[in-house]
């Protein structure tokens, strides 16, 4: 597709778009509302490029398809909805255990079950944080636009190469299918980041040596640098152990690489925070109708702020304590009964209310909702 020219497409479109700037070079999937376009146009474009496409009979060996891909070399990337986002969480575990850099688009709906199939929702934050068993890290972003929906896909990209672990892009059913005109940035001026290989033979290396750094380099399957993956605790080498150092070494290297660098992994955008006393927080597509409820209360006289959030996990408890501080109230629009929330509540400071507005009916919260909240008193 032609870079720097307009273009009016869906956000589905550009989040393949996306993928393919990013340098994704494998995509396995099984259909599912409402994000088989991504798998429809990465089917066509992907072997143009010199990529594959292949779907699979389940999600459950989709997720599996791209671990492999990913060891063997090649960006990887699979799509789904809140179901197939169930049956992906065993292997979405071993990927952050064996650390291996992938993206999950999970194109979220109304659930549980078969739930609304075509109607958006936001139901999936807590899952996308916790779905799978264990204490592990995590990294998963949102986009709120179309145009963000092509540059989150390419950082989702960047953060797991850079830091072997798989990322969660968590979009909805309305940015998915909703048009938009987008201007898609030359490739040459895209930031693209491709993993650490290693600079030593095959016979010195080790898949999960601190000796570079806490992000090890990882070896292609197929040069000769034979290594074991397992979803077990293992040492520097990747065979299983259950010493208590090596499990502890592993762990506090499991969540320190994304700890230690919340300041790269972190992104969000602000609007109106001069002065304000109320705060919105929004993500996805509630983040449009909080945008707009912002300036009309500021039209109207009253001191609200919108943060939009960018990445969901890890969570800015920091910034929203900050922010807390100078405000009386925030309000937290969502389409479930209050997942993000919850994270709001234990940021704050103690002297600010936190107000939810919460709809899983499958109709949008709109900017009315969120404007007659902020005139309460």
Same mark, same amino acid.
């Given at each position: 597709?032609?870079?720097?020219?307009?273009?009016?497409?869906?956000?589905?479109?550009?989040?393949?778009?996306?993928? +393919?700037?990013?340098?994704?070079?494998?995509?396995? !999937?099984?259909? /599912?509302?409402?994000?088989? &376009? =991504? #798998?429809? *146009? +990465?089917?066509?474009?992907?072997?143009?490029?010199? !990529?594959?496409? /292949?779907?699979?009979?389940? &999600? =459950? #060996?989709? *997720?599996?398809?791209?671990?492999?891909?990913?060891?063997? !070399?090649?960006?990887?990337?699979?799509?789904?909805?809140?179901?197939?986002?169930?049956?992906?969480?065993?292997?979405?575990?071993?990927?952050?255990?064996?650390?291996?850099?992938?993206?999950?688009?999970?194109?979220?709906?109304?659930?549980?079950?078969?739930?609304?199939?075509?109607?958006?929702?936001?139901?999936?934050?807590?899952?996308?944080?916790?779905?799978?068993?264990?204490?592990?890290?995590?990294?998963?972003?949102?986009?709120?636009?179309?145009?963000?929906?092509?540059?989150?896909?390419?950082?989702?990209?960047?953060?797991?190469?850079?830091?072997?672990?798989?990322?969660?892009?968590?979009?909805?059913?309305?940015?998915?299918?909703?048009?938009?005109?987008?201007?898609?940035?030359?490739?040459?001026?895209?930031?693209?980041?491709?993993?650490?290989?290693?600079?030593?033979?095959?016979?010195?290396?080790?898949?999960?040596?601190?000796?570079?750094?806490?992000?090890?380099?990882?070896?292609?399957?197929?040069?000769?640098?034979?290594?074991?993956?397992?979803?077990?605790?293992?040492?520097?080498?990747?065979?299983?152990?259950?010493?208590?150092?090596?499990?502890?070494?592993?762990?506090?290297?499991?969540?320190?690489?994304?700890?230690?660098?919340?300041?790269?992994?972190?992104?969000?955008?602000?609007?109106?925070?001069?002065?304000?006393?109320?705060?919105?927080?929004?993500?996805?597509?509630?983040?449009?109708?909080?945008?707009?409820?912002?300036?009309?209360?500021?039209?109207?006289?009253?001191?609200?702020?919108?943060?939009?959030?960018?990445?969901?996990?890890?969570?800015?408890?920091?910034?929203?304590?900050?922010?807390?501080?100078?405000?009386?109230?925030?309000?937290?629009?969502?389409?479930?009964?209050?997942?993000?929330?919850?994270?709001?509540?234990?940021?704050?400071?103690?002297?600010?209310?936190?107000?939810?507005?919460?709809?899983?009916?499958?109709?949008?919260?709109?900017?009315?909702?969120?404007?007659?909240?902020?005139?309460?008193?």
């Amino acid at each position: 597709m032609a870079r720097n020219d307009i273009h009016f497409m869906m956000g589905n479109q550009a989040c393949a778009e996306g993928a +393919l700037a990013a340098g994704c070079r494998f995509f396995a !999937g099984y259909p /599912i509302t409402p994000s088989s &376009e =991504i #798998a429809e *146009i +990465l089917s066509r474009r992907l072997p143009r490029v010199g !990529g594959k496409f /292949i779907q699979m009979e389940d &999600e =459950i #060996a989709s *997720i599996a398809a791209i671990i492999g891909a990913s060891l063997g !070399g090649l960006k990887s990337l699979t799509a789904t909805s809140g179901p197939g986002f169930s049956l992906m969480q065993e292997n979405l575990g071993f990927a952050v255990m064996a650390e291996i850099p992938c993206v999950i688009v999970n194109v979220q709906r109304g659930g549980p079950s078969t739930g609304l199939p075509t109607k958006p929702s936001q139901g999936d934050v807590m899952q996308a944080r916790w779905g799978t068993h264990g204490d592990h890290p995590i990294i998963a972003l949102a986009p709120s636009t179309v145009h963000e929906c092509f540059t989150l896909t390419v950082r989702a990209f960047n953060l797991a190469e850079r830091y072997r672990t798989p990322v969660i892009l968590l979009m909805d059913a309305d940015i998915a299918h909703m048009r938009e005109r987008v201007q898609l940035p030359q490739q040459e001026t895209l930031k693209v980041i491709n993993r650490l290989l290693p600079g030593i033979p095959p016979e010195w290396y080790a898949p999960y040596s601190e000796s570079e750094g806490p992000v090890p380099p990882l070896a292609p399957f197929g040069l000769g640098y034979r290594y074991h993956v397992t979803g077990l605790f293992h040492d520097a080498m990747g065979f299983p152990t259950s010493r208590t150092d090596e499990v502890n070494q592993s762990i506090d290297r499991l969540f320190g690489k994304i700890e230690h660098h919340l300041a790269e992994i972190l992104q969000w955008e602000e609007l109106a925070m001069d002065g304000a006393d109320c705060l919105v927080i929004a993500y996805g597509s509630v983040a449009r109708a909080a945008e707009r409820a912002v300036k009309e209360a500021r039209n109207r006289g009253i001191s609200a702020g919108l943060l939009k959030l960018l990445t969901l996990w890890p969570f800015p408890h920091e910034h929203i304590k900050r922010l807390s501080e100078h405000c009386r109230r925030i309000v937290v629009p969502e389409l479930n009964r209050g997942q993000l929330v919850l994270e709001v509540e234990r940021a704050v400071a103690r002297n600010c209310q936190v107000r939810r507005i919460n709809r899983l009916d499958g109709s949008m919260i709109t900017p009315k909702d969120i404007l007659d909240c902020l005139r309460e008193e």
